[in-house]
């Protein structure tokens, strides 16, 4: 489809000048802001370790370049040859078509609801995060002052304060609860901003995308950073890139690729269609295309690396610590020197002992302490977006992630309403 056009019989007729964004630069940072998103840091780094790592990019890289970049090419044309937003480019078309727009337009606004509904949890943890000690660091005392929370000692401090001090959470779905004013003023304030930078159409949206749209790589960045120098980074890599092919005879595989091109360039939203509409008539969309679709992609492989750095992390820090308690366990049981045992070669001792004295180590019931084990028990999915916190002190993963009922969690209610490890 020709992105530049001659005479315009079907563009705007409304006999005003349509405004143009005021660079290119501009044009380009709202595309990547409205395409990059929560698919790229939640559910690509999912996917990508679900199914096959490394081979799950085979499948991914298809579906971008024979679905992902025709389709994106298809919506920046047509926008830019009509000149309307998405409702007004369908009518124009047919009007028998006008509903897919008001379709497109009615799902972009359902999905901002949940969108500010996260930035809302974000906006308040952002705020608590100014408290020392941090409010999810540590169980908060019970009423008399003498010891801790029991509830939250039962789960996790993280939990308590996501369940109980922010979404103060019922025991069951019957009972509604009360609102809660504190998260209703965060996200009237998420709509607050929202509103200043629609105000004026691209004139204020052109303003605010230098921030909106560069600030999150800048945080990525240092997430990336940070999460490569940790011990236990390079286990998490390994998993996350290690390729298991047989998953390619999956069909659920290459259905999953093709949806996460659908999600993550945001394709039939009808954004890009009206981001596309303020372009000069002969500005190159399908440069645009080609570009805009490899920034998204690179963009979720780096959010994979630094949020993998992060749970090979964890995982190899619960690995030791598994070790530990193993290794107490047999120094008291068979009167070992202390420091006698260490981590590298616990294993050999336990072979040891098991070959002599069997019968001694089974009444222990030693954990069983396997790095790949933590490693599983860290695939969570979107909850990947904000480990990374967990190294300052943030980490509200335990349920903020519960929205998508695909993934496995580690914390959670139980149907009682209490809180305790699952």
């Known amino acids: 489809m020709a992105c ?3 005479p315009d019989p079907l563009g705007d ?28 840091f939640w559910r ?25 970049i025709p389709l994106f090419h298809i919506e920046l044309a047509i926008g830019q040859r009509l000149r309307r937003g998405s409702i007004g480019v369908w009518t124009t078309i047919s009007p028998y078509l006008g509903g897919v727009g008001l379709g497109s337009f009615t799902v972009s606004f359902l999905i901002s609801l949940y969108y500010n509904t996260v930035l809302t949890w974000v906006l308040w943890y952002f705020l608590n995060s100014f408290q020392h000690p941090l409010p999810w660091s540590s169980c908060p005392l019970d009423l008399n002052q003498t010891g801790f929370v029991e509830e939250c000692q039962g789960s996790s401090s993280t939990s308590y304060f996501w369940y109980r001090q922010t979404l103060n959470i019922t025991a069951d779905i019957d009972h509604s609860g009360s609102i809660q004013w504190r998260l209703l003023v965060c996200l009237a304030a998420c709509w607050a901003v929202v509103y200043l930078c629609v105000i004026r159409g691209i004139e204020s949206t052109g303003k605010a995308i230098y921030f909106t749209a560069l600030f999150p790589y800048l945080v990525l960045t240092i997430f990336f950073i940070r999460g490569l120098t940790l011990p236990g980074a390079t286990e998490g890599l390994i ?36 981001l596309a509409s303020y372009n000069p008539p002969r500005n190159d969309c399908e440069k645009d295309a080609v570009v805009i679709a490899l920034v998204n992609s690179m963009t979720s492989l780096y959010a994979s690396i630094a949020v993998f750095s992060v749970l090979g992390f964890k995982a190899a820090n619960d690995y030791g610590h598994c070790l530990d308690r193993n290794i107490l366990s047999l120094t008291n049981e068979f009167d070992l020197p202390d420091q006698s045992i260490s981590r590298d070669d616990y294993a050999a001792v336990l072979t040891l002992l098991n070959a002599t004295q069997p019968e001694s180590v089974a009444r222990l019931h030693l954990e069983s302490c396997r790095l790949q084990d933590f490693l599983d028990k860290r695939r969570c999915g979107p909850c990947s977006s904000l480990p990374c916190c967990s190294l ?12 998508s009922s695909r993934h496995s969690w580690i914390w959670g209610p139980c149907r009682d309403g209490s809180l305790r490890r699952s």
């Open 13 to 40: 007729s409304s006999g005003h000048e349509r405004p143009k964004w005021d660079n290119k630069l501009q044009y380009l940072l709202s595309c990547v802001g409205f395409a990059v998103g929560l698919g790229n």
């Open 239 to 274: 998993y996350l890139f290690t390729p298991n092919m047989q998953t390619l005879q999956n069909p659920r595989v290459w259905l999953d690729a093709a949806t996460q091109i659908f999600f993550s360039l945001s394709l039939a939203f009808g954004g890009h269609m009206a």
């Open 44 to 68: 690509f780094p999912y996917l990508c370790q679900s199914h096959g790592g490394g081979a799950f990019l085979i499948p991914y890289l298809i579906a971008l370049a024979f679905e992902g």
């Open 392 to 403: 300052w002190g943030c980490h509200p993963c335990s349920g903020t992630w519960r929205l």
């Open 4 to 6: 530049a056009p001659g």
